[in-house]
């Protein structure tokens, strides 16, 4: 089956400094890759997604960009502010299969 | 709010205990999932609902039993836990049918602490 790996577990920026969480996949099959936000207290929501034939993608401060050679993706977040303190949930899908990385802690200090 | 509501918030009960969470989403969605968070350890897909039919079971304890009544309401019975079963329990729908494609709504959780 995949398996997800998910580094930093924790990450702590300045804010305004930009962010960068990585992970990599196993399955070379796996074709759609979400990133999921999760604030305390809450459940986790889908911040962004990418699929197996695009490169990259970016919404307002968010990217994340995909080597699908490499198997290994990553969410780029810019101009962080204390607002972007959370537990970041990558994953990928192989088949009907959501694996779920290990999450990242990051906390944005103002 | 993301349209999916879970009850209690929290749960305490002792290892001979018989309790029930409870989920309801307003979404009109197809699909519903129990998922499992513990510490330092990956969200841990249980079961999944299509249509109120079960397609997944993720080789999950008997201890645990679920029930999809409608396509609007799931519940996770329990009984006989152990402690290692304490843990943030998460309810979550997609609008599609299963498909590791579908964008999750989740709802906040139960934490449920089994002594």
């Known amino acids: 089956g995949e398996n997800v790996e998910q580094h930093p577990s924790t990450l702590s920026v300045q804010e305004g400094d930009s962010a960068v969480i990585k992970c990599t996949y196993s399955?070379?099959?796996?074709?759609?890759f979400p990133w999921y936000k999760q604030e305390l207290g809450k459940g986790p929501q889908l911040i962004i997604d990418?699929?197996?034939?695009?490169g990259e993608k970016k919404d307002q401060r968010i990217a994340v960009t995909l080597n699908k050679t490499a198997k290994h993706f990553s969410l780029h977040i810019t101009e962080t502010q204390p607002e972007d303190s959370a537990v970041y949930f990558c994953?990928?899908?192989?088949?009907?299969?959501?694996?779920f990385g290990g999450g990242t802690r990051l906390m944005v200090k103002p | 709010e993301t349209g999916v509501t879970q009850t209690p918030r929290h749960l305490v009960m002792g290892m001979t205990n018989k309790k029930s969470l409870k989920c309801e989403q307003h979404?009109?969605?197809?699909?519903m999932y129990w998922y499992k968070q513990s510490a330092k350890k990956p969200l841990e897909l249980m079961f999944v609902?299509?249509?109120?039919?079960?397609?997944e079971n993720n080789s999950v304890p008997s201890r645990f039993s679920p029930e999809c009544p409608n396509s609007s309401h799931l519940f996770l019975h329990l009984h006989t836990l152990q402690p290692e079963d304490s843990a943030l329990y998460l309810c979550?729908?997609?609008?599609?049918?299963?498909?590791?494609?579908?964008?999750?709504?989740f709802g906040s959780g139960t934490q449920l602490s089994v002594l």
């Open positions: 609902y299509s249509l109120e039919e079960r397609v």
């Open positions: 979550a729908s997609s609008q599609g049918g299963v498909g590791g494609n579908e964008k999750l709504f």
């Open positions: 399955d070379s099959a796996s074709n759609y």
């Open positions: 979404l009109g969605h197809n699909a």
């Open positions: 994953a990928a899908t192989s088949g009907n299969m959501l694996t």
């Open positions: 990418i699929r197996s034939n695009v």
